[in-house]
């Protein structure tokens, strides 16, 4: 079976963004792959974070992991920190990426402008990504829009490592969701990434909001004047975003999404959503509160997980540290 790896950094809460854009997808993935699927907590670390919220935010993942159907007995769900060759072979692409190239990355311009606290990792952080990745044979790695970019630089890394010390890493592939929800914006700005860091509550929709929470954000959204509803990402950029979130979960198609509100007002197509959001996320919440009261299952999903990942990333760096000529 081909491999299938993916991550999300465990700073805030996962919002709507992370999870059409990306995790509500990899459960369906598992009868085909072998899924890996990692809390990249060494990512978060090119913020300041609270120790302790950093691991609570950390646990919280493992559990929607679970909650939204990744079965950790099948795929391996883990805490990239635990496994120490992450770091390791971080170090090793490093010295085979280029500043150029690193210099070039949307994601690190974006964070690099109005930001007191351009360090180093932020500028590196494309090269622990790709060690992520290739430490596990991927072939296929599903992602929101936003880390294509990081996905194709890890291909050229690992191209550049195979054309130097011959065919050791698997050339990943990146993979959307759905163009659709490829990139969902937010609700307050529909023009930009629905972001989970955001700084306006409204603009994200978190996963475990309360119902009231949620009722408001949807019925808070940004619309626009014309009172009908059809996607047009250009001139109806809040209520295209709406219908995006409409059709992703629903499993509808634009049209179809578009006949269900002909000749309706936003407000019926707002209440039609908040039913459709809460209807998803309401037994998502149920079995993440579940899993919360079972301490000792989800310490021993952590624990048993990163052994598994440990097993696999192993052997890839030793196979690395061999054609280098380092290692023991
Ligand atoms: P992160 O934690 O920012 O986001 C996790 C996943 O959610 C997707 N996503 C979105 N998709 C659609 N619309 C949005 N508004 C939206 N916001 C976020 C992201 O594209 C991502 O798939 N660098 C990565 C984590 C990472 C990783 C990896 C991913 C580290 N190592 C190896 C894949 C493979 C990140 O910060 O994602």
């Known amino acids: ?109 974006e964070k690099s402008e109005n930001n007191e606290n351009v360090n180093a990792g932020l500028f590196t952080y494309p090269v622990l990504m790709a060690a992520d990745i290739l430490l596990y044979n991927t072939h296929v790695v599903p992602v929101g829009e936003d880390q294509i970019q990081h996905v194709e630089l890890a291909r050229d890394i690992a191209l550049r490592f195979n054309n130097i010390y011959g065919n050791i890493l698997v050339v990943p592939e990146a993979k959307t969701a759905s163009k659709l929800t490829a990139r969902l914006k937010g609700l307050q700005n529909p023009t930009k990434k629905m972001d989970k860091s955001t700084k306006d509550p409204l603009d994200t929709i978190f996963l475990l909001d309360t119902e009231a929470e949620i009722t408001k954000k949807i019925k808070r959204a940004v619309t626009d004047s014309e009172a009908r509803v059809y996607y047009d990402t250009e001139n109806k950029p809040g209520i295209s975003n709406l219908l995006a979130i409409y059709a992703a979960i629903t499993n509808k198609t634009i049209e179809d999404s578009e006949l269900d509100f002909q000749n309706k007002s936003y407000g019926d197509f707002k209440q039609s959503l908040i039913e459709v959001v809460l209807g998803e996320l309401n037994p998502l919440q149920k079995e993440f509160n579940r899993l919360s009261q079972d301490t000792a299952y989800v310490d021993n999903i952590i624990i048993k997980n990163a052994q598994r990942a440990e097993e696999i990333a192993e052997k890839t760096l030793a196979k690395v540290q061999n054609a280098l000529g380092i290692g023991k």
């Open 1 to 109: 079976m081909k491999t299938v790896f993916s991550g999300i950094k465990p700073t805030g809460n996962l919002g709507l963004g992370n999870y059409l854009g990306a995790f509500k997808a990899w459960g369906n993935l598992q009868n085909e792959y072998t899924c890996i699927y990692s809390v990249v907590d060494l990512h978060a670390l090119t913020i300041r974070n609270d120790p302790q919220t950093l691991k609570e935010n950390s646990r919280k993942i493992i559990m929607l992991y679970m909650a939204a159907g990744i079965d950790p007995q099948k795929s391996i769900i883990y805490l990239q920190s635990h496994v120490p060759a992450h770091s390791q072979l971080s170090w090793i692409l490093g010295c085979h990426s280029y500043m150029g190239e690193l210099s070039r990355m949307t994601q690190y311009k």
